[in-house]
């Protein structure tokens, strides 16, 4: 059983659709991250928040809009996507984002943009 | 430009033998690494590290050796399960959060 939630797990919705993705960790943990999987490629870094401050954002379009409301919680807030942002979305958390933190990850949500 | 590269995307190997999983990377600043498996439908879990001080890290049926003058570590299952298979990323950091993964190998144990 993950520390880390991610919902929903499936996602599917039109180019002129808003929708969130949540993540909730339960592991007392203070940084949060979003990553992007495309098919055949490694997992890339979008965000970073430590302790509820933005420390990362690696050039993502200002299309995704994550949120990090508490140390618990954090959101991906999506609007008028595009077919290529179709991925896998991973959530992970660390104890903060120091050196040595392995990152533990949620299940994912798989997104499909029609 | 990828740091971090996995060359092998499979593996199979019989029950019961090694299991040997190479990675490669390019950044001589990274100085800690990661291994991850990963289940379909599940996200990644963190299975070892090494930081690069060290050359070898056990931890039960699985040790990660790290050649720093390669740039290379590999992590050894000993011996493999049929629950082993699964993808596993290798990842590697720059004295900070930042991880740079590899694009995974698939193993797959046979009875």
């Known amino acids: 059983e993950t520390g880390v939630t991610q919902t929903p797990r499936h996602l599917v919705m039109g180019m002129t659709n808003k929708k969130s993705l949540k993540c909730e960790q339960h592991?007392?943990?203070?940084?949060m991250y979003w990553y992007k999987q495309s098919a055949k490629k490694p997992l890339e870094l979008m965000f970073v928040y430590n302790f509820k401050e933005q420390t990362e954002n690696n050039s993502v379009p200002s299309r995704f809009s994550p949120e990090c409301p508490n140390s618990s919680h954090l959101f991906l807030h999506l609007h008028t996507l595009q077919p290529e942002d179709s991925a896998l979305y991973l959530c992970?958390?660390?104890?903060?984002?120091?050196?040595?933190?392995?990152?533990?990850f949620g299940d994912g949500t798989r997104l499909s943009i029609l | 430009d990828q740091q971090v590269k996995q060359n092998s995307p499979s593996l199979s190997v019989q029950e019961g033998r090694i299991s040997i999983l190479n990675c490669d990377y390019t950044n001589s600043m990274f100085d800690y690494f990661l291994w991850y498996k990963k289940y379909p439908a599940e996200g990644p879990t963190f299975l070892i590290s090494?930081?690069?001080?060290?050359d070898k890290n056990e931890d039960g049926r699985f040790t990660v050796f790290l050649n720093k003058s390669a740039k290379h570590l590999s992590l050894h299952i000993v011996p493999s399960q049929p629950g082993d298979s699964a993808v596993y990323f290798c990842?590697?950091?720059?004295?900070?959060?930042?991880?740079?993964f590899g694009a995974g190998t698939t193993v797959t144990v046979r009875a």
């Open positions: 592991l007392g943990h203070n940084a």
């Open positions: 992970a958390s660390s104890q903060d984002s120091g050196y040595g933190q392995p990152q533990h």
């Open positions: 990842a590697a950091s720059a004295n900070d959060y930042k991880l740079s």
């Open positions: 090494i930081s690069s001080i060290k």
